[in-house]
């Protein structure tokens, strides 16, 4: 049966740049909610000092929560192969990170959506960097997740791989137990596309999820697309909402991850509008969830 998780999408900045937060306040905030996990991002500025790894670890579980998996951002679509090396190295350390806090999914992605670059090459680029760490990920029992996404808060190009088309080329290149896919509704249709129709195209190698809602505070899903090479970050018209109050059907997603048997973790991106939004959604997802899995109900 599905577990649930947050993620703490209103606090990256002071998470990861200001450091006006720290991680055992944001642990108290989310462990306060009918959740059983925390996803954790690799980039908190704490997670530097590798003796923080366990203590957070411990004051996770102290409060009968886990850390199932892990948020990070390797580019592997760079054409210099020093720079490629050195993020597979990166993504080794992550893997090394997500065994150390009790974790069992690690993120990857393709990389950065470069002007220059060909799909072809961008995917042989990819899914080498990715096979380079699927041995290491074996090793610690640690599954690597492709996500199809967006964009890294602090990417300038969006994701290579964005689309849904070259997002399943990449995810049928690679072929092995500890690889699988983190599915994200929401970045379907910031590619313009059909978040249920990429759904049933990857719906079996589906072992994580991303739990969002979208909607535009101004202009189109067009305009948003037209504006997003080169900035960094999210656009500023977009904007991660209420879940059960935007784009998504949650009702056809979760009956199609209930047809193959899904039973991993879902990880909330939510409450940018605060903790209130963000235990709302919540409870939207204990019911959805609740009436999929009947057998989940605790």
């Known amino acids: 049966m599905p577990k649930l998780a947050v993620f703490p999408k209103a606090y990256m900045q002071d998470l990861c740049k200001t450091g006006t937060m720290k991680v055992a306040e944001w ?12 996803e954790w991002y690799a980039g908190f500025l704490e997670m530097a000092d590798k003796s923080n790894w366990e203590l957070f670890r411990k004051k996770v579980e102290e409060q009968g929560k886990e850390i199932p998996m892990l948020c990070c951002s390797p580019d592997f679509t760079h054409p210099d192969i020093a720079f490629r090396q ?3 190295k990166k993504q080794k350390h992550w893997i090394t990170m997500t ?4 974790g069992s999914y690690c993120r990857v992605l393709s990389g950065q959506r470069r002007p220059e670059l060909s799909i072809d090459k961008g995917i042989e680029l990819a899914a080498s960097c990715i096979e380079a760490c699927l041995p290491y990920a074996s090793d610690l029992g640690i599954t690597l997740i492709l996500e199809n996404h967006y964009k890294d808060d602090f990417w300038a190009y969006p994701e290579f791989a964005q689309k849904m088309e070259v997002f399943c080329k990449l995810v049928s290149y690679i072929d092995h137990p500890n690889f699988g896919v ?7 249709f910031l590619a313009g596309e059909d978040p249920l129709e990429l759904l049933k195209r990857v719906s079996s190698r589906v072992v994580t999820m991303h739990a969002s809602d979208r909607y535009l505070l101004e202009g189109t899903l067009d305009d948003l697309r037209k504006e997003e090479d080169g900035v960094l970050g999210y656009a500023k018209r977009l904007r ?3 879940i059960g109050k935007g784009l998504n059907d949650y009702d056809a997603i979760f009956t199609e991850l209930k047809r193959v ?3 991993g973790w879902i990880s909330i991106e939510d409450g940018v509008d605060g903790m209130d939004q963000l235990e709302r959604s919540v409870a939207f997802l204990r019911k959805k969830i609740a009436v999929y899995w009947p057998d989940s109900n605790k």
């Open 240 to 242: 991660h909402g209420e």
């Open 86 to 88: 050195n993020e597979i």
């Open 99 to 102: 065994k150390a806090l009790g």
């Open 27 to 38: 642990i108290d905030l989310a462990t306060s909610l009918e959740i059983d996990g925390l």
């Open 261 to 263: 048997n899904f039973d």
């Open 182 to 188: 983190n599915y994200d509704p929401s970045n379907a």
